[in-house]
């Protein structure tokens, strides 16, 4: 166990739809990264955030956008959704940006599996 | 910028036997840290071993041991005495040099251990 919640674990909904996913980081974690993982591809980085704020940010759609709140949990919103959406989204957090026992490393969450009718 | 290749889209190893897969990078900066993960077919990211830049020792945990060449930007994990449950999905992965700290992976290598 990661300590990295997310929720929820499996969405299924229609094309044109909106859905909300939810990360819980570990405890005392500050920064959030979101990564999409297509079928059989690796992870994609979208966006992270370090206590609040926008820090990086990748290939992440415009229908697409995150924020971190104060207590730190993250939400990443997808709107109108594509079929090509369809994907494993996972969470990772750290403590500082700076990784955990090395410096870089991510706790991940168990993904959220969000399928796209 | 920063990229990973791994080559091997699938391998099959016999059940006891090590495997050796994959993973060069690009990059040009000095300080860089490498990772490997594991993603079972439960989808599950488990961390399984890292090498830093400046690692004069190549690194090691339990089975597995990272085959770290420099020269040739190359970071090959090695998994001694196979097991049935190491079939999973196996992604290296750098850290990016900016303040991020974010990962970029690889495409990833489907490795099936056969009893």
């Known amino acids: 166990d990661s300590g990295v919640t997310q929720t929820p674990k499996h969405l299924i909904t229609a094309t044109g739809q909106r859905v909300t996913l939810r990360c819980s980081p570990r405890s005392g974690d500050l920064s959030v990264y979101w990564y999409q993982q297509s079928l059989d591809q690796g992870l994609q980085f979208l966006i992270q955030y370090y206590n609040g704020e926008e820090r990086a940010k990748g290939n992440i759609l415009e229908r697409f956008s995150a924020q971190q709140f104060p207590d730190l949990h993250s939400e990443l919103n997808l709107s109108s959704l594509e079929l090509g959406d369809s994907a494993l989204y996972f969470c990772?957090?750290?403590?500082?940006?700076?990784?955990?026992?090395?410096?870089?490393?991510?706790?991940f969450g168990e993904g959220s599996r969000l399928t796209v009718l | 910028a920063q990229k990973i290749t791994q080559t091997q889209p699938g391998m099959f190893v016999q059940e006891k036997e090590a495997v050796t897969l994959d993973c060069t990078y690009d990059t040009s900066d000095q300080s860089y840290g490498l990772f490997w993960y594991k993603q079972p077919s439960s989808g599950e990211m488990i961390f399984l071993i890292y090498?830093?830049?400046?690692?004069?020792q190549n690194a090691t945990e339990g089975r597995y041991s990272l085959n770290f060449q420099k020269a040739r930007k190359s970071a090959n994990l090695v998994i001694s005495a196979s097991q049935l449950g190491d079939s999973a999905m196996y992604f290296c992965?750098?850290?990016?040099?900016?303040?991020?700290?974010?990962?970029?992976f690889g495409s990833g290598t489907r490795l099936l251990v056969r009893p």
């Open positions: 090498q830093g830049s400046y690692d004069e």
């Open positions: 990772a957090s750290s403590p500082s940006g700076s990784g955990g026992a090395y410096p870089g490393e991510l706790f």
């Open positions: 992965a750098m850290r990016e040099p900016d303040s991020s700290y974010k990962l970029i």
